[in-house]
């Protein structure tokens, strides 16, 4: 590695090799997204700290020790969005998008946790996220879980299993939660330092424990699905029909609790078997607090967010990935007027209505140099013209990725040369 200054760790550089993949992603997702009637919103990568400290909340993970937090000039508090949720709840609010409407929202971008990087945990990453505001039913969990899952067919990636659970109201989860506390007391000798800590601030987090020492104790919790409420166990038992009906299939996961305070009801996550350690591709749930929590009027949303380096590690795996482009032809030139009339040439290339790809050789080098670029590049044509040839009016045309002769043809003629040879290739004749 170069002794210049070096990348921070966990933050990763997107390379050319790569970001084909991203923008298949992406642009999968887009139309998905338009298809089921979500709007993009792009929000600030800064908020004030207050913003995910009271939405994630205060005694959550990413808000205890994952937060890139700094005083700014004025000596105001602001945090890199460690999610997009909170943000988007915000700019609805700060917008008025959120008064007497429904908003269906979707929004990607990076996002900055300060954890222990590793395979598929960075502290710099990238979610898309879909976020339905001012839905209170279980239709609406529904429609997004079957948006994430028709995004997984579409882009060819198999193999994922939906987990699902419901976490009941802050009501009923307040009942659990003493439960929970009774049981895990009782079992205190076989919790780890963690749990212990976790016991009366956050003790369902005990559940998403990996320690294998304390599976058994685990295991033997009270459930949450038990304590629920009866509008929540409604709204859960619909949202089973719904993905019955639409033949999606899923988990349940009574253990499954998501590190973030805000989630009411629903909460899901997809998970795969082919990611390591860090096996959850999207998840969610519903948050019907966090509008009035952050100063709105009461309204029910529901969202996920994906991550996106999980996703195209997958789409990479899948064999399904998008190959970085090529130009349809390099252009070679040699020589002081070839220079010149080469570029004017290229232009006349890129106006065709087939959207050529033209790369024009620059900064000199022999031909023979030149149609080494012009190889490498992956281009299916090469177009040489020198001294000789821009005298003559003519340019020669090399094929680069068949045994066809090279042929000469006349410049004024060449985008329609140009034009034939390509479509008799994609032709494969
Ligand atoms: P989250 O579970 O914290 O939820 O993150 C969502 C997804 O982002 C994860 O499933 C994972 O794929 C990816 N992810 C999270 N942390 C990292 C990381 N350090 N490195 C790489 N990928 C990561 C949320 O962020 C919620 N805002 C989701 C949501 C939207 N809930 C309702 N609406």
Redesign the pocket.
Known sequence: MSKGIQPIR?MNDILPGQTAIWQQVEAVARVLFARYGYQEIRVPLLERTELFKRSIGELSD?VMKEMYSFEDRNGESLTLR?????GIVRAGLSNGLLYNQQQRLWCGGA?F?Y?R?QK????Q???L???ALGFAGPDIDAELILLSARLWRELGVGGLTLKINSLGTPESRAVYREKLVEYFSAHADGLDDDSRRRLEANPMRILDSKNPDMAGIIDGAPSITDYLDQESARHFEDLRRYLDEAGCEYELAPRLV???D??TRTVF??VSDKLGA?D????????DGLVEQLGGKPMP???????????VALVEQAGCAAKPAVPDVFFALLGDQAEFRGMRLAEELRDAPDDIAVVCNAGGGSFKSQLKRADRSGARLALIMGEEECAAGTIAIKPLRSDEPQQSCEQHELVERVRQLLAAGEAGL
Do not use: K, N
């Open positions: 966990g990413i460690p999610e997009g949720t909170a996002m946790r954890e990087p598929g945990r960075y502290r990453f990238h979610q996220d879909a976020e998501r590190g973030l805000y989630y996550e997809w860090q959850a591709v999207c998840s969610g749930g519903r948050y949303a529901v969202g996920w967010a994906l991550g996106m380096e999980r996703l």
